[in-house]
T-cell receptor, first 112, second 113 residues
Framework: QKEVEQNSGPLSVPEGAIASLNCTYS??????FFWYRQYSGKSPELIMS????GDKEDGRFTAQLNKASQYVSLLIRDSQPSDSATYLC????????????FGAGTRLFVKA | NAGVTQTPKFQVLKTGQSMTLQCAQD?????MYWYRQDPGMGLRLIYY???????DKGEVPNGYNVSRLNKREFSLRLESAAPSQTSVYFC????????????FGPGTRLTVL
């Protein structure tokens, strides 16, 4: 079992819809959780971080964390074609939380 | 303020050759990371350095060595390159608490023939 699992997709949604991306992790002592966006041929960039159970909203993005279920999700409201990218879930674990493990990523396509 | 820089951008090696990938950051971050990215595999952690003077193995350390030369620089060495090491290599530096955001370099595309 991978430490961080994501559905590889592709996930296709129409413009203006809500895109829902999911991630599960195996290590219960994981401390902090991140969503990075990566456009084709580019470097990953952070879009959301979350550290405690519940929801965290930032503009059109909402991250949700459920530590009991070891589950993290990202909702993108009013999806735009510019949101088409690969979304990587990442988890910090280990002593001091310095060891970062990424999932394989979910490819999202937003159709105009 | 260049952020995270990596050299070279592209490299082709023959099996058995060695090379060092260079990474530098100018954001005064304590922690730095090396990842490789293969199609469909996401980012896999090779080595990381939580602070100057320390390095630790990640998920896929075999065939690699690292050096944290100083706070700014973190290099990755392939002693005897193998075709399985063909990949895109990303270096990242990590901002401290509370954000813990990682900032990535542009990547090095390495091909081993």
């Amino acid at each position: 079992q991978k430490e961080v699992e994501q559905n590889s997709g592709p996930l296709s949604v129409p413009e203006g819809a809500i895109a829902s991306l999911n991630c599960t992790y195996s290590d219960r002592v994981s401390q902090s959780f991140f969503w990075y966006r990566q456009y084709s041929g580019k470097s990953p960039e952070l879009i959301m971080s979350i550290y405690s159970n519940g929801d965290k909203e930032d503009g059109r993005f909402t991250a949700q964390l459920n530590k009991a279920s070891q589950y993290v999700s990202l909702l993108i409201r009013d999806s735009q074609p510019s949101d088409s990218a690969t979304y990587l879930c990442a988890v910090n674990r280990g002593t001091g939380g310095f060891k970062t493990i990424f999932g394989a990523g979910t490819r999202l396509f937003v159709k105009a | 303020n260049a952020g995270v820089t990596q050299t070279p951008k592209f490299q082709v090696l023959k099996t058995g050759q060695s090379m060092t990938l260079q990474c530098a950051q100018d954001m005064n971050h304590n922690s730095m990371y090396w990842y490789r990215q293969d199609p469909g595999m996401g980012l896999r952690l090779i080595y990381y350095s939580a602070s100057e003077g320390t390095t630790d193995k990640g998920e896929v350390p075999n065939g690699y060595n690292v050096s944290r030369l100083n706070k700014r620089e973190f290099s990755l060495r392939l002693e005897s390159a193998a075709p399985s090491q063909t990949s895109v290599y990303f270096c990242a530096s990590r901002e401290g608490a509370p954000t813990d955001t990682q900032y990535f370099g542009p990547g090095t595309r390495l091909t081993v023939l």
